[in-house]
């Protein structure tokens, strides 16, 4: 069997880039080694941002998978249980939305099959070759493409399919984790942050009624370390404030935050994109965000090809991805740090403390500052 793209992974990115080819008349299948129900039901990002929202408009699917509230051009923080609104003087209209990881991944799969793409769950795919590019599937089958696109997350089988000499792994520890949890309760507003000197928090609603919420804790914090009872006393000494409802804890699980990015992104036929290639931390809002920017970029690379007979956006691709990724990644370590160090002195010292301080502060004083963290939430520099 040939397919010109072979797209590896069914998460945000291989749909995604799987729905861009669709549109532009591109052949490709995507390849998923979970079931439907599993990856539909997927909890994690939560924000599309002003940019990602345009690579859909811009190939006349924003109505069809891009969903939920639309983002405000602020960010709510409670800054030592105290209200504290961070206006965002943005040039332009923010174009994002509040839109769950899984609302966007459901509504991709059925624009894709609905349009008459070829999607295969179950299929987990082993990579025999990335410069004559062929996949092998569980079965045994063999999918010969043009290209294959790496999509499959940070456990794939593509990245890891890349020799170990042509391929560099850069990765930043940042220190703390996060215990993530997802509750049965629903937001008071969209997005709180809390700054609080036993460490940072904050509560991100998942459709209207439920919440997943983040505690800073020590690296090597387990589950058990955190009761229920825990969690929410934690949270309101955090926030300042009490809870309004308690609703049942469904996951607890703690996250170490780091980054990570991959380079290069291209090696023969295979193009990584998303988790396969990096890595930011939540606090950033950007994971979701940049495997979107890179499966838009891909898509007009690949129709510059096929169309043109021009491989120049292609090969360029590595490096224009590249230059952006560690912009985000730029972006991402300057915030976590700030809202993390902001709060708490322990994990990085005094010195650090005020310093994150004075970063969180400019944010409210200088116009420039200010315009700054609203073109990275936007996505737009
Ligand atoms: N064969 C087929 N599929 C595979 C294989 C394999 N060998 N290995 C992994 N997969 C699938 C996984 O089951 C998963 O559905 O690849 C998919 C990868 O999806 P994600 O991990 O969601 O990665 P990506 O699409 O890059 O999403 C990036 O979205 O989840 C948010 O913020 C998060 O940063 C992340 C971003």
Redesign the pocket.
């Known amino acids: 069997e040939h397919k010109p793209v072979v797209i590896?992974?069914?998460?945000?990115?291989?749909?995604?880039l799987g729905n861009f080819l669709l549109r532009e008349g591109i052949d490709c299948v995507v390849?998923?080694?979970?079931d439907r129900d599993?990856?539909e039901r997927?909890q994690?990002?939560g924000v599309i941002d002003t940019r990602a929202t345009r690579a859909f408009r811009k190939r006349g699917l924003e109505d069809r998978v891009v969903g939920g509230a639309p983002v405000q051009a602020g960010l709510g923080f409670r800054l030592d249980g105290r209200d504290r609104w961070l206006e965002l003087a943005v040039e332009e209209q923010l174009e994002g939305r509040f839109c769950p990881?899984q609302v966007l991944?459901r509504n991709l799969i059925t624009v894709f099959e609905q349009d008459g793409g070829d999607l295969r769950f179950g299929?987990?795919?082993?990579?025999e070759d990335i410069d004559r590019p062929r996949v092998r599937l569980g079965d045994g089958s063999i999918i010969e493409g043009d290209f294959i696109a790496g999509?499959?997350?940070?456990?794939?089988?593509?990245r890891a399919a890349v020799p170990e000499d042509r391929i560099t792994h850069h990765s930043h520890e940042y220190g703390y984790a996060w215990l993530v949890v997802l509750a049965e309760v629903p937001a008071v507003r969209p997005t709180l942050l809390a700054i609080h000197q036993r460490g940072f928090a904050a509560q991100f609603g998942r459709g209207p009624t439920a919440s997943r919420f983040y505690l800073q804790c020590p690296l090597g914090d387990t589950a058990e370390d955190w009761p229920d009872e825990r969690i929410w006393s934690e949270l309101e000494t955090r926030f300042g404030e009490p809870i309004a409802t308690r609703g049942p804890i469904v996951e607890k699980q703690p996250m170490p935050l780091r980054g990570e990015v991959l380079s290069p992104m291209s090696h023969g036929g295979l193009h990584l994109?998303?988790?396969?290639?990096?890595?930011?931390p939540?606090a950033s809002a950007?994971?979701?965000n940049?495997?979107l920017y890179?499966a838009d970029a891909l898509a007009d690379a690949l129709v510059h090809y096929y169309r043109k007979d021009d491989p120049s956006l292609l090969d360029a691709y590595s490096d224009t991805r590249l230059r952006e990724v560690w912009n985000y990644q730029a972006f991402a370590t300057w915030f976590t740090d700030t809202v993390h160090d902001a709060g708490d002195a322990t994990y990085r010292g005094e010195f650090r403390h005020r310093v994150a301080r004075a970063d969180f502060e400019r944010l409210f004083i200088s116009g420039t500052a200010n315009r700054l963290l609203g073109e990275f939430i936007a996505g737009l520099n």
């Open positions: 590896v992974g069914a998460g945000v990115s291989g749909l995604a390849l998923e080694r979970r599993h990856v997927r994690r990002a990881q991944v299929a987990e795919v082993a990579v999509c499959d997350g940070s456990h794939g089988a593509t994109l998303g988790d396969a290639a990096h890595i930011v939540p950007k994971g979701m940049l495997a890179d």
